[in-house]
């Protein structure tokens, strides 16, 4: 209790002492405001990122391998030429790798190509073609609105059947049943089949512009028979991913004939792939943050030291009354702490107010997402507490051992 009414005398002499000299301690605060606008602007588009990212990433799937010629990430032109260079995945690797592996559900291989999409006079151009199997239908998770999806049957038999993307459905036929109506698809004929329910866009990829197709008829249609392939394979769970990984590298090293000791010529991506590659990039973000806010918060804090300085010195005669009428060093100490806290406050409060605006101008005008959460609060009051007794501490113990009878003398 006595320590709290310590605390509220102090709060009373301190707001006194700013509202004596608005301007300066204003001008005091203006590094901290800048140094917190700076480490919280950033702060908060990057939890938006991390937030749009993760969102958007999760559509991959955690429990979702996909097998290639090429990694997701390729670091310089040397190693695109080693990738390019090896030999291509086959549509036979998918059958052999859903008679073999135990740890998967779902085996996919994929093609893919852009063409032009037309029905009665209507065109949808640059649709991405997907040949692929009935297995898509899990591992892509493209669930169907209307119809059906590809099944066995028509893979088999390599029937012109296609599946639509919802925004191609959309664009050939409004107010139309698509079910039943014959398309053209690069120049080829195909009867739709079912229509994917609304998926979304993943990093500026339109997934409802596609149509997809059996991948016999697509090799055929489109030359594609000369092509790498894509695999994509769907774990039983996403628990057992890592050993699904390990299971599959063992299955296309035995197809792909390599001897032990042989480097893989072939990758299996990922979704933790993206993450961490996103991550390394948000570092240097974080780092960026880190620099700025240190050295703008370190000239503040320089700032509101001075300013304390400055005011111990004209408060010199004030502060030999008051230890001349019983107050203690801990008293004159507590005095110009809080004082030293309060012009922080100030200036924490000002930066996360503007920080807050930009961020929201920032979100609304462009294409980067801005999270605003409550920990930033927090660590506004954090800034609060740790700048303000660092750079206060001294100020405040030279108040505190200021001779009483000097103090009075001083003029």
Known sequence: MRILIYAWEGIKIAFEALRSYKMRSLLTTLGIV????????????VQGLNKAFANQISAIGTDTLYISKMPWIIRSDKEWFSYRNRR???????????????????VSPVLMTRRSVKYAGTTAERVLVV?????????????????RFLMNSDVRHRKAV???GWDVAKALFTNVDPIGKRITVGGRKFKVIGVVEKKGSMFDFNMDNQVYIPIGIFQTAFGARWRSVDIQVKAISPAVIEDAEIELTGIMRRLRGLPPGKENDFAI????????????????????????????????????????????????????????????????????????????????????????????????????????TLWIAALGIVFIVAIGLFFGIY??????????????RYE
């Open 34 to 45: 800048i140094g917190v606008t700076t480490v919280i602007t950033i702060v908060s588009l």
């Open 131 to 147: 040949g692929t199997n009935a297995d898509h239908l899990i591992t892509a998770n493209a669930l169907p609105e209307q119809g």
């Open 162 to 164: 296609c599946v639509l």
């Open 88 to 106: 291509n995945i086959t549509v036979d690797y998918a059958k052999k790798i859903k008679q073999s592996a135990t740890l998967v559900q779902a």
């Open 395 to 408: 100020p405040a113990s030279k108040a505190a051992r200021l001779n009483p009878i000097e103090a009075l």
């Open 269 to 372: 991506n990922k979704q933790s792939m993206l993450m961490d590659t996103y991550k390394n990039l948000t570092n240097v973000l974080w780092a960026v943050a880190i620099g700025v806010g240190a050295i703008s918060l370190l000239v503040g804090g320089i700032g509101i030291m001075n300013i304390l300085l400055v005011s111990v010195t004209e408060r010199t005669r004030e502060i030999g009354i008051r230890k001349a009428i019983g107050a203690r060093k801990f008293d004159i100490m507590i005095q110009f702490l809080i004082e030293s806290m309060m012009i922080c406050a100030l200036g924490v409060v000002i930066g996360l107010l503007v920080a807050i605006v930009v961020a929201k101008i920032i979100a609304a005008t462009t294409p980067i997402p801005a999270a605003i």
